[in-house]
T-cell receptor
Framework: AQSVTQPDIHITVSEGASLELRCNYS??????LFWYVQSPGQGLQLLLK??????LVQGIKGFEAEFKRSQSSFNLRKPSVHWSDAAEYFC???????????????FGGGTRVLVKP | GAGVSQSPSNKVTEKGKDVELRCDPI?????LYWYRQSLGQGLEFLIY????????KSGLPSDRFSAERTGGSVSTLTIQRTQQEDSAVYLC??????????????FGPGTRLTVL
């Protein structure tokens, strides 16, 4: 079964500084990879996704993520953080190859980002 | 267009009571998912519906949990004889369902369930 690890539970970053959130997955093949953001009181919003092709993926709100097969990682980055980026971020894995099972997502534990003024 | 909606937004119940949580998916989405977000377990998959196919119930934690989807649209998650460990935010998501692997799931705001 697949699993996802987000090593950092909390990250504090100054506004305008760069941000990198780590995500490592365990899966026997190349999974489908996602980053979601959850703002306080809100549902999950998809930031970006990777299925195949170019390993650097651009998403919404100025985020990007890079798939590194050799490291089983899919880290999320943003060059300059805004106060509105304070939220919880979830990395998720979907497992292709199980047609009857849809695309059940397995989520990491989340990383809470605090933005200092 | 409207997103995924869930009701109620908050539900407080007493231990042992049954509760029903409702999800209205995005119009035209044939795939529907339920997830649970709790402090101890993080975000976990519960159940998946795709069109008229039998649902994938592999994530339901016990037989007290059940879900149905009527007319291929609205879904209800029912928890019988609620326990305190059922306290969590229950999230619903829907997707187009045209191709299970590449569909993007769109999430509702969730129902926060508190069992006293």
């Amino acid at each position: 079964a697949q699993s996802v690890t987000q090593p950092d539970i909390h990250i504090t970053v100054s506004e305008g500084a760069s941000l990198e959130l780590r995500c490592n997955y365990s899966y026997g093949a190349t999974p489908y990879l996602f980053w979601y953001v959850q703002s306080p009181g809100q549902g999950l919003q998809l930031l970006l996704k990777y299925f195949s092709g170019d390993t650097l993926v651009q998403g919404i709100k100025g985020f990007e993520a890079e798939f590194k097969r050799s490291q089983s990682s899919f880290n999320l980055r943003k060059p300059s953080v805004h106060w509105s980026d304070a939220a919880e971020y979830f990395c998720a894995v979907g497992a292709p190859g199980f047609k009857a099972a849809g695309n059940k997502l397995t989520f990491g534990g989340g990383t809470r980002v605090l933005v200092k003024p | 267009g409207a997103g995924v909606s869930q009701s109620p937004s908050n539900k407080v119940t007493e231990k042992g009571k049954d509760v029903e949580l409702r999800c209205d998916p995005i119009s035209g989405h044939t795939a529907l998912y339920w997830y649970r977000q709790s402090l101890g377990q993080g975000l976990e998959f519960l159940i998946y519906f795709q069109g008229n196919s039998a649902p994938d119930k592999s994530g339901l934690p016990s037989d007290r949990f059940s879900a149905e989807r009527t007319g291929g649209s609205v879904s209800t998650l029912t928890i019988q004889r609620t326990q305190q460990e059922d306290s969590a935010v229950y999230l619903c998501a829907s997707s187009l369902g045209r191709g299970a692997f590449t569909d993007t799931q769109y999430f509702g705001p969730g129902t926060r369930l508190t069992v006293l």
